[in-house]
């Protein structure tokens, strides 16, 4: 699901008066006034205060002291407001193309003699997929990971980045969702290579070994599937 920070971005929008603010202050280009904003819309300053905080909060934009114009006047400097630095998107089921994105354009990017584009970047995303199990595990501080433990780790982490995991049975975790979908749709061999390059990476990094990224297609869902290794350790 999206995250709770897009949705309440989204939520502050659903108010004329706050999305015709926000648009304005979009389109101006430069750090706006209550009054401006106000005006902006035929509002008194004091309700467009209410509704600019609202949107501070909900991280789509940023506000500051500073005097109008550059020229300090006898008085309180004003607040303005300008765009935050944020790209809001809500997709239900959630959809990471800019993950795959990423992953093909640093294959582009760092292809290696006699490597195909593929090869890279399968290559690349399990380097990708290394560093986020690494920076879990480094987070989490699990010490050495047996099947059942390592899966309620990755359960966690593959669920914040949309893969919705289910735990079908004490050594499975079956993921529910494909992030890269529709993507994965017109090009499978591709997008599911790079998708099990990176959750195997993530097992990589993780270091956990009891555990093994298999290739399980079915209509809807993730080509991925989670399972205790059956030697107890992955090739």
């Known amino acids: 699901m999206t995250t709770d920070p897009a949705i309440t971005a989204v939520a502050a929008l659903d108010d004329v008066l706050r999305r015709g603010m926000y648009a304005y202050i979009r389109r101006a280009h430069r750090p706006v006034t209550r009054d401006e904003a106000a005006a902006s819309v035929g509002i008194s300053r ?17 506000a500051r002291y500073e005097p109008v114009g ?7 400097t004003p607040k303005v407001y300008e765009p935050a630095e944020t790209d809001i998107r809500v997709t239900i089921p959630e959809r990471r193309h800019e993950v795959l994105a990423g992953i093909l354009m640093d294959a582009v990017l760092a292809e290696g003699e006699g490597e195909s584009a593929r090869q890279s970047a399968v290559r690349v995303a399990g380097r990708r997929g290394e ?5 879990e595990r480094a987070r989490a501080k699990p010490g050495r990971l047996g099947a059942e433990r390592a899966l309620t780790l990755l359960e966690a982490l593959l669920s914040r ?9 004490a050594t499975c975790v079956r993921l529910r969702n494909c992030p890269f979908h529709p993507l994965a749709a017109r090009a499978p061999e591709l997008v599911c290579g790079i998708n099990h390059a ?5 097992l990589t990094g993780l270091e956990a070994p009891k555990v093994q990224a298999v290739l399980v297609p079915r209509p809807g869902e993730c080509c991925v599937e989670l399972r205790s290794s059956p030697q107890g350790d992955r090739p």
């Open 131 to 135: 560093e986020l199990g690494a920076s």
């Open 161 to 169: 980045h949309g893969f919705e995991p289910s735990r079908e049975s």
């Open 198 to 202: 990176f959750l195997d990476g993530v």
């Open 70 to 76: 550059g020229i300090r006047k006898v008085g309180r």
């Open 46 to 62: 004091k309700l467009a205060a209410f509704h600019l905080d609202k949107l501070v909060d909900a991280g789509l934009l940023r």
